[in-house]
């Protein structure tokens, strides 16, 4: 798929050390999991994890994953030098589009309460800010 002249493509396990590095220049993103919980991530989600290309480089990524009850959204991310030119849209539009063909009824993503720069993203994406729940982690 082009997004203005970039190719969206399928991740692969060869873009694994880009798509870390690239999260590391994204502030308000978080910390990711590290290369083998990736890898995992992508052989259990292949049709959903995906790379926005600038010709070979990588610029983007947005990693979704359906459990068969919700699909989850993650490390939707755009490099600095190309945000605010649709890129972004492009991969929230074709990773729903994803989600929805293998049956996910409602789509979930977590947002940090201060990332400011992405809830007003997601706000322009028509999504609801739950106001509802609350989210528990456990580090194991």
Avoid at 46 to 70: A, N, Q, W, Y
Avoid at 87 to 96: E, M, P, Q, W
Wanted: glycine share 12%.
């Amino acid at each position: 798929m082009e997004a203005a002249g970039c190719r969206i493509d399928r991740a692969t396990e060869q873009d694994i050390t880009s798509m870390l590095n690239l999260w590391k220049t994204i502030p308000g993103l978080g910390e990711g999991d590290g290369e083998e919980s990736l890898r995992n991530f992508m052989e259990r989600n292949p049709s959903t994890c995906l790379v926005l290309r600038d010709k070979e480089h990588l610029i983007g990524t947005v990693l979704g994953g359906f459990d068969g009850h919700r699909g989850y959204i993650y490390h939707l991310a755009v490099h600095p030098d190309y945000q605010g030119r649709g890129y972004g849209k492009a991969l929230f539009s074709r990773v729903t589009r994803e989600l929805r063909s293998l049956g996910a009824p409602k789509i979930h993503l977590f947002v940090f309460r201060d990332n400011q720069q992405a809830i007003t993203f997601y706000q322009g994406q028509e999504g609801q800010l739950r106001q509802d729940i609350h989210v528990f982690s456990w580090t194991m």
